[in-house]
């Protein structure tokens, strides 16, 4: 069993920046596939950015690529959500999901993922 905590999320103005951490323990494996979701309040679960973990390649939402980065360090098996000149629209529960696999699904296919943290809550203000 693999389990992800998130931490990292706080309270900043517009245009400030933040940088979420998701760490990985368990019995984790060599290559497998992490994403960042975001959720409002009666709104749908929407991805943010994933990782492939063994080769590190990363996809960002359309609508937040030149804000938004998704990196890793696997010494920590941790990822992270770099998030720059954020906006209150960005306000959000923020919470990593995972896939066991190497190959990451679309991020935008949110049921494909689970594994879930718990979340941290991101709270921007104008």
């Known amino acids: 069993q693999v389990t992800f905590v998130e931490s990292g999320g706080g309270s900043v103005q517009a245009g400030g920046s933040l940088r979420l951490s998701c760490v990985a323990s368990?019995?984790?494996?060599?290559?497998?596939?992490v994403g960042w979701f975001r959720q409002t309040p009666g709104k749908e679960r929407e991805g943010v950015g994933v990782?492939?973990?063994?080769?590190?390649?990363?996809r960002i939402r359309d609508a937040l690529t030149g804000r938004f980065t998704v990196s890793q360090d696997k010494t920590s098996n941790t990822v992270y959500l770099e998030m720059n000149n954020l906006k209150p629209e960005d306000t959000a529960t923020y919470s990593c999901?995972?896939?066991?696999?190497?190959?990451?699904?679309?991020?935008?296919?949110?049921?494909?993922?689970?594994?879930w943290g718990r979340g941290t809550q991101v709270t921007v203000s104008s």
């Open positions: 990782i492939s973990t063994g080769g590190g390649q990363t």
């Open positions: 368990g019995n984790i494996p060599s290559s497998y596939c």
């Open positions: 999901g995972a896939v066991l696999h190497r190959i990451c699904p679309d991020l935008y296919a949110v049921r494909e993922f689970g594994l």
